[in-house]
């Protein structure tokens, strides 16, 4: 069988990419999701989607708890002058 390539490509220098959960993301992050998560989510855009609207609900909450804190605050002051 004879060789077609080129004598300047060094085959000795090229790494072998590993699969699995040890590969290189090559600047992605990667998570890997429990087996009963996973079955929920079709792919990646639905995790983020859902993950976007998680971070929604806590942000609205916590503004809401500050705004009713600071209410009682003010209406404790209220009170006492």
């Given at each position: 069988?004879e ?9 000795k220098?090229?790494r ?16 890997r ?10 792919n990646a ?5 859902a ?6 609900v806590?942000?609205?909450n916590?503004?809401?708890a500050?705004?009713?804190?600071s ?5 404790g002051?209220?009170?006492?002058s």
């Open positions: 069988m060789d077609d390539l080129r004598s300047e490509y060094d085959l220098s090229l072998v990419r590993k699969l699995g959960p040890e590969r290189k993301s090559f600047g992605k992050t990667t998570i999701l429990e087996p009963d998560v996973a079955e929920v989510f079709p855009d639905a995790v983020n989607e993950l976007r609207f998680l971070i929604r806590v942000q609205d916590q503004i809401s500050l705004t009713k804190q209410q009682n605050s003010s209406d002051a209220d009170k006492t």
